[in-house]
T-cell receptor
Framework: NAGVTQTPKFQVLKTGQSMTLQCAQDMNHEYMSWYRQDPGMGLRLIHY???????DQGEVPNGYNVSRSTTEDFPLRLLSAAPSQTSVYFC???????????????FGAGSRLTVL | AQSVTQLGSHVSVSEGALVLLRCNYSSSVPPYLFWYVQYPNQGLQLLLKYTSAATLVKGINGFEAEFKKSETSFHLTKPSAHMSDAAEYFC???????????FGAGTRLFVKA
């Protein structure tokens, strides 16, 4: 059981380039989300999805696009990278626990992105 | 709106000493509260969660947290620190029926020999 798989683990981009961070989960979770982690700021929610075909913005959505065509995949696209997008990106998935209703996240290992 | 405040970006303790990491939350509805741990160069993993079943919650590796509604707090404790506890700890909040999870800024725990 692979859990949440993120690729690539490391990426260096030049300002203005585009790229896609891939995220796949094999747990049949309804909910998937993208966070960015910056020193002293914790994890900030970029975009999230509550099911295939449904996405919504989080706290810091500007400069990022997402789509959810399947339950398993939730790619994050940077259309024109900027130095301010240098960060570590985490994908997470979950379903509400049947007994408590809590949303416990399973995280990928992270993708470290540097924009020059 | 939900929010989480973690007091202290860095906490340093000696091995064997009490660990106390502070978390206060803001929520207009009954919250779910979580502590996640991140070891160096890894993703986050769940340490423990509060779901209203019990106010004192026990997690992995000897950690526990107490939900205090009157203080809007969910502080994380461990009676005796171990070198392997050195990591970054994140407090998080979500709400009944909701998927969005909001994280605090994190507290890095250092354990001295």
């Amino acid at each position: 059981n692979a859990g949440v798989t993120q690729t690539p683990k490391f990426q260096v981009l030049k300002t203005g380039q585009s790229m896609t961070l891939q995220c796949a989960q094999d747990m049949n979770h309804e909910y998937m989300s993208w966070y960015r982690q910056d020193p002293g700021m914790g994890l900030r929610l970029i975009h999230y999805s509550v099911g295939a075909g449904i996405t919504d913005q989080g706290e810091v959505p500007n400069g990022y696009n997402v789509s959810r065509s399947t339950t398993e995949d939730f790619p994050l696209r940077l259309l024109s990278a900027a130095p301010s997008q240098t960060s570590v990106y985490f994908c997470a998935s979950s379903s509400l626990e049947w007994d408590s209703g809590a949303n416990v996240l399973t995280f990928g290992a992270g993708s470290r992105l540097t924009v020059l | 709106a939900q929010s989480v405040t973690q007091l202290g970006s860095h906490v340093s303790v000696s091995e064997g000493a009490l660990v106390l990491l502070r978390c206060n939350y803001s929520s207009s509805v009954p919250p779910y509260l979580f502590w996640y741990v991140q070891y160096p160069n890894q993703g986050l993993q769940l340490l423990l969660k509060y779901t209203s079943a019990a106010t004192l919650v026990k997690g992995i590796n000897g950690f526990e947290a107490e939900f205090k509604k009157s203080e809007t707090s969910f502080h994380l404790t461990k009676p005796s620190a171990h070198m392997s506890d050195a990591a970054e700890y994140f407090c998080a909040v979500s709400y009944t029926g909701g998927f969005k999870t909001i994280f605090g800024a994190g507290t890095r725990l250092f354990v001295k020999a």
